[in-house]
Every structure is written in C-alpha cells, then in structure tokens.
C-alpha cells in the first residue's frame, strides 16, 4: 500500500513495544485480506476489494514489536465532519492486552478526526468496546441505511 489518504496527517503512537500508525507502507494487504475474508461482515471479500477500501480510507495498523501486522481499523471520512469506522480486529494471539482499545483511542485522538461531529460504525458483537467511547445505537428513525447481502462466496473450510 502506497501513498496518503486525503492529505491525512500520519500519525504514530508507540505503547509497551507495540505501535499504532497511519502510515500505509507498513500495512500487510495478506493479513488484513486473510483475516477479513474470514470474518462475519466481510467473509469471502476480494483481495482487489480489500486493497481498493483501504486506499480510499484512513487506515491504521497495529505492530507488534518485531513489526508484525496485528491489528487493524479504517475510517472513511471526509476529515471534517464525519467518520465511519470499518474493518477493525485484532488477531487472535495479540488479544487481551487492550489494543482494541488503545487503537479506538488513537483513531478517535487523531488530529485530522478528533473534532467531527457524527461517527458512524456497525457491529453485531462488540458494543461494549465502543460503548466506551460514547457510540449507542441511534435514535429511531434518524438514520435511514441500504444494506446488501454479502455478495462474495463464502470461504471453503
């Protein structure tokens, strides 16, 4: 992955060895693709898919201290006003030492982010994690949204 987002400024944050950055050099396209593809929302995405949301997003990584990819999040925005948090996971072996929220910290403390007035996000089991950092379910009838089936093919096990 090359290249900026929308003028973004890159951000690095380092943390008991491991690190959150917006510098998409350091994105790994194969783990971000292998572990969407396996997952709930995204299961059977295409590689070109992947690459191509993640070039049209502010993207950032977490690294462990070797530099390994382990964790992940995007957020589409227009850097000004709103923000819709996408894709975020952190691997199996890297779970438990609070990187989920310590990577919701940084993206939400970005300084191109920190002032928007609407995020938006979409999870069927972590609403505790972003709970924490003032989401709740929206308003009846506030929101409208168009969903479609997941149109890729399931993964073969």
Known sequence: MQGEFGGARRVETV????TVSTDPVRLDLDVIHRYLTTSYWAAGIPRDLVERSMENSLCFGVYDPEGHQAGFARVVTDLATFGYVADVFVLDAYR???LSKWLMEC???HPDLRDMRRWHLVTRDAHG????FGFAEPAAGK????VRANPYPAPSV
């Open 15 to 18: 943390r008991d060895g491991f």
């Open 129 to 132: 994690l972003y709970a924490r």
């Open 143 to 146: 929101h409208m949204e168009r």
């Open 107 to 109: 993206i939400l403390d």
């Open 96 to 98: 438990g030492r609070g």
